[in-house]
């Protein structure tokens, strides 16, 4: 123990005691109450809360009873034992090689956006205008910088997420009416939800057409009669389908009077030169499309959340459905939608232009670092994925550390928790999603479990 946390431990009376007549040194393990007097746990009780920290002490005081910490040392041991937060959930650091995993919440937030969540959390301005005093449009901001982003978007609307947004489109447009789409793009979005159940639930009848791989614009105008409520453009974006193909051009569709719908997913709203076959909002909106869905959590880098772009008639009918109350976005996901659309590049955008080069270079720096500790650490090329459901079969050059396979378990559930991936008996790390500021936070996590 150091010096200064002697004198902490002394201060809220956890000084060492003579063991017991039998010599049983459990007896010097501090008492509950003692401990909780310590000034940096009773710090952490009007942080966490109570329970958090009597928790953390007890768990303290059993592995000092088992040997595992000595007893002067359990008011360090239980401070070390605190989560950050009150959360239940665990940051981690996504070596995965998978820039939108899912299972990691996709996205990560920029500062920017992160900054803006932290100060709406308190009372704002949200629903009021503070110069009249008087109710105003729901994060109205947040509208503006989406409209702003996407001009050819007469109208924007925001929703919680991206399959909320195909829901609201369906229920509003297409409630007791059909929805005409192609055989070959229903979908399953993940998690065993499938896009023809999630738009029958809305009341909507499904008007399948084409085969799965070739649907001309001549099978849409033939399924088009009065009942038509719109026509559903939806992106595979998790799946290929190659060989002899064929798919109808929204040019094509939006001239057969009705409204043509696009889902494209992954939420990019202007084109990605790294990313040319994936879709995007704008050149959409631009080659007919009457509605654009999308999601904000994935290639836009933003918050969970759905939005709708397109015809003002088309979106002020679903910002005025009753379905849309239920379906609105809070006060912290409108403050992180306008600051990622009005912030600086995101850590996804990072992530996606990341150089190769820079990559393998910080790779190498962290091998070198690891193998002089005596780590069995390697440098190997990775290939690295969008995911998220965003451009399928494109890889991203990228570079990995190598480890044992071993060491996989043990960084998922060290203190700083990363997340890699097994691959020919090796455990990798791959970088391109790691923000260069958490090589240091990597580099310690692996040398915990070297040293364990």
Same mark, same amino acid.
């Given at each position: 123990?150091?010096?200064?946390?002697?004198?902490?431990?002394?201060?809220?009376?956890?000084? &060492?005691?003579?063991?017991?007549?039998?010599?049983?040194? *459990?007896?010097?393990?501090?008492? &509950?109450?003692?401990?909780?007097?310590?000034?940096?746990?009773?710090?952490?009780?009007?942080?966490?809360?109570?329970?958090?920290?009597?928790?953390?002490?007890?768990?303290?005081?059993? $592995?000092?009873?088992?040997?595992?910490?000595?007893?002067? +040392?359990?008011?360090?041991?239980?401070?070390?034992?605190? #989560?950050?937060?009150?959360?239940?959930?665990?940051?981690?650091?996504?070596?995965?090689?998978?820039?939108?995993?899912?299972?990691?919440?996709?996205?990560?937030?920029?500062?920017?956006?992160?900054?803006?969540?932290?100060?709406?959390?308190?009372?704002?301005?949200?629903?009021?205008?503070?110069?009249?005093?008087?109710? +105003?449009?729901?994060?109205?901001?947040?509208?503006?910088?989406? $409209?702003?982003?996407?001009?050819?978007?007469?109208?924007?609307?925001?929703?919680?997420?991206?399959?909320?947004?195909?829901?609201?489109?369906?229920?509003?447009?297409?409630?007791?009416?059909?929805?005409?789409?192609?055989?070959?793009?229903?979908?399953?979005?993940?998690?065993?939800?499938?896009?023809?159940?999630?738009?029958?639930?809305?009341?909507?009848?499904? @008007? /399948?057409?084409?085969? &799965?791989?070739?649907?001309?614009?001549?099978?849409?105008?033939?399924?088009?009669?009065?009942?038509?409520?719109?026509?559903?453009?939806?992106?595979?974006?998790?799946?290929?389908?190659?060989?002899?193909?064929? !798919?109808?051009?929204?040019?094509?569709?939006?001239?057969?009077?009705?409204?043509?719908?696009?889902?494209?997913?992954?939420?990019?709203?202007?084109?990605?030169?790294?990313?040319?076959?994936?879709?995007?909002?704008?050149?959409?909106?631009?080659?007919?499309?009457?509605?654009?869905?999308?999601?904000?959590?994935?290639?836009?880098? %933003?918050?969970?959340?759905?939005?709708?772009?397109? /015809?003002? !008639?088309?979106?002020?009918?679903?910002?005025?459905? #009753?379905?849309?109350?239920?379906?609105?976005?809070?006060?912290?996901?409108?403050?992180?939608?306008?600051?990622?659309?009005?912030? #600086?590049?995101?850590?996804?955008?990072?992530?996606?232009?990341?150089?190769?080069?820079?990559?393998?270079? @910080?790779?190498?720096?962290?091998?070198?670092?690891?193998?002089?500790?005596?780590?069995?650490? $390697?440098?190997?090329?990775?290939?690295?994925?969008?995911?998220?459901? %965003?451009?399928?079969?494109?890889?991203?050059?990228?570079?990995?550390?190598?480890?044992?396979?071993?060491?996989?378990?043990?960084?998922?559930?060290? *203190?700083?928790?990363?997340?890699?991936?097994?691959?020919? %008996?090796?455990?990798?790390?791959?970088? @391109?999603?790691?923000?260069?500021?958490?090589?240091?936070?990597?580099?310690?996590?692996? $040398?915990?479990?070297?040293?364990?």
């Amino acid at each position: 123990m150091t010096t200064d946390g002697k004198r902490r431990d002394a201060a809220a009376g956890l000084g &060492t005691q003579p063991a017991g007549p039998d010599g049983d040194v *459990r007896r010097l393990i501090p008492r &509950t109450d003692a401990l909780l007097r310590e000034p940096r746990l009773a710090e952490a009780a009007r942080r966490l809360g109570a329970p958090v920290v009597k928790a953390a002490v007890r768990q303290a005081q059993e $592995r000092a009873r088992a040997g595992r910490v000595a007893p002067e +040392d359990v008011a360090d041991e239980a401070v070390a034992l605190l #989560p950050r937060t009150a959360s239940g959930l665990h940051p981690v650091i996504n070596a995965t090689g998978v820039l939108l995993h899912t299972n990691l919440g996709r996205a990560p937030l920029s500062d920017a956006a992160r900054r803006a969540v932290a100060e709406a959390a308190g009372p704002t301005d949200v629903e009021l205008d503070l110069a009249t005093g008087v109710r +105003d449009r729901r994060g109205r901001t947040a509208l503006r910088a989406l $409209r702003e982003r996407v001009p050819d978007a007469r109208a924007v609307h925001v929703v919680n997420n991206g399959a909320a947004a195909l829901v609201l489109a369906a229920t509003a447009l297409a409630a007791g009416k059909e929805i005409v789409v192609s055989r070959g793009e229903m979908v399953e979005i993940g998690d065993g939800f499938r896009l023809p159940d999630l738009l029958v639930s809305t009341g909507a009848r499904l @008007r /399948e057409v084409g085969t &799965t791989n070739r649907t001309t614009a001549e099978d849409y105008a033939a399924a088009i009669g009065p009942d038509t409520g719109f026509v559903l453009k939806v992106h595979p974006s998790n799946f290929r389908i190659t060989g002899f193909t064929r !798919s109808a051009d929204l040019t094509e569709l939006s001239g057969l009077g009705v409204p043509v719908v696009v889902d494209i997913g992954s939420g990019l709203l202007a084109p990605e030169p790294l990313l040319p076959d994936e879709p995007d909002a704008a050149s959409q909106l631009r080659a007919g499309a009457s509605l654009v869905t999308a999601s904000g959590d994935k290639l836009l880098g %933003g918050p969970q959340c759905g939005l709708l772009l397109g /015809e003002e !008639s088309l979106v002020r009918a679903l910002s005025r459905h #009753p379905l849309a109350r239920a379906l609105r976005v809070d006060k912290l996901t409108l403050a992180a939608l306008e600051a990622t659309l009005t912030g #600086p590049p995101t850590p996804t955008a990072a992530a996606l232009t990341a150089d190769p080069a820079a990559l393998r270079a @910080r790779a190498d720096r962290l091998a070198a670092s690891l193998s002089a500790d005596g780590v069995d650490a $390697r440098v190997v090329g990775s290939a690295a994925t969008v995911g998220g459901g %965003g451009a399928p079969g494109v890889t991203l050059p990228s570079a990995a550390l190598s480890l044992p396979e071993t060491y996989a378990a043990a960084l998922r559930t060290g *203190r700083v928790p990363v997340v890699g991936r097994l691959e020919a %008996g090796r455990c990798l790390l791959d970088l @391109r999603a790691v923000p260069p500021q958490d090589d240091e936070r990597l580099y310690g996590a692996v $040398r915990a479990v070297a040293e364990s």
